[in-house]
């Protein structure tokens, strides 16, 4: 049963960071952080991300934009805004080596697989979902606040589910 | 600065994020200019070794995309 779990894990968690580099590339993004990795779980077979998100009315695409709509908007905030520039080019490059998480995406993955590991389940999507929601600051939880999402209702959405 | 410190802190992430992506292009100009790896790095105030390991795989990707069309 815990083999069982543990292979399971291994299978999600793959598929999680594949995809949390994929995003970080779309978006432009040389490290990939809380708010790829955000992305990333709606992007989970389990659908329990998503789930969470339909019920905000979010589609992953609709984040996305976010994202890089709060970028724009530090951006312009700081004095630079470039009239016909259409955001930022999507990285090219092959990723090499072991992913290098940013540290709030670390914390933010160790709360989602301690949230699991607490109720002896497989991590999903939902448990990063929580994991990313706790993240006081940064560029996460400054999209979750463009999009009106109430961090603490996503986390207890994700735990409820 | 009079704004927030998570507004001031989102400015300075989003101008490091477009610091990075100028840089990549403008390696990638330099590169089809014909600059070397060593000069790269001059201009940037690193080694050309670092400059290449750091802002290398996207122009090799390039290349490969370009080989397996031919």
Same mark, same amino acid.
Do not use: Y
């Given at each position: 049963?815990?083999?069982?779990? *543990? @292979? +399971? $894990? ?7 960071? &594949?995809? /949390?580099? #994929?995003?970080?590339?779309?978006? !432009? ?32 695409? *609709? @984040? +996305? $934009? ?7 908007? &530090?951006? /312009?905030? #700081?004095?630079?805004?470039?009239? !016909? ?34 109720? +002896? ?8 979902? &929580? ?31 | ?70």
């Amino acid at each position: 049963m815990r083999i069982a779990r *543990a @292979l +399971r $894990d291994m299978r999600t968690m793959k598929q999680l960071f &594949a995809e /949390t580099e #994929a995003e970080a590339d779309r978006l !432009g993004d040389q490290n990939p952080g809380a708010e790829h990795l955000l992305l990333a779980a709606l992007s989970l077979p389990d659908g329990s991300a998503q789930r969470i998100f339909d019920r905000e009315g979010v589609s992953r695409d *609709a @984040l +996305r $934009d976010a994202i890089a709509r709060v970028h724009e908007e &530090a951006l /312009t905030a #700081a004095g630079l805004s470039e009239p !016909g520039r259409s955001g930022a080019q999507a990285l090219e490059r092959p990723r090499t080596g072991a992913l290098r998480l940013t540290e709030p995406a670390q914390a933010a993955f160790r709360s989602a697989t301690a949230l699991a590991k607490s109720e +002896r389940r497989p991590i999903s999507g939902a448990d990063v979902v &929580a994991g990313v929601a706790e993240l006081e600051h940064g560029t996460a939880a400054r999209t979750l606040e463009l999009l009106g999402i109430s961090r603490s209702r996503l986390i207890e959405a994700a735990r409820a589910r | 600065m009079s704004e927030s410190p998570d507004q001031a802190f989102a400015s300075v992430v989003a101008l490091r994020r477009r610091a990075d992506q100028l840089e990549i292009e403008a390696v990638e100009q330099a590169l089809d200019a014909g600059w070397t790896w060593a000069q790269i790095g001059l201009a940037l105030g690193i080694s050309g070794q670092a400059a290449h390991k750091r802002l290398g795989p996207p122009r090799a990707r390039r290349l490969n995309r370009h080989a397996d069309k031919e």
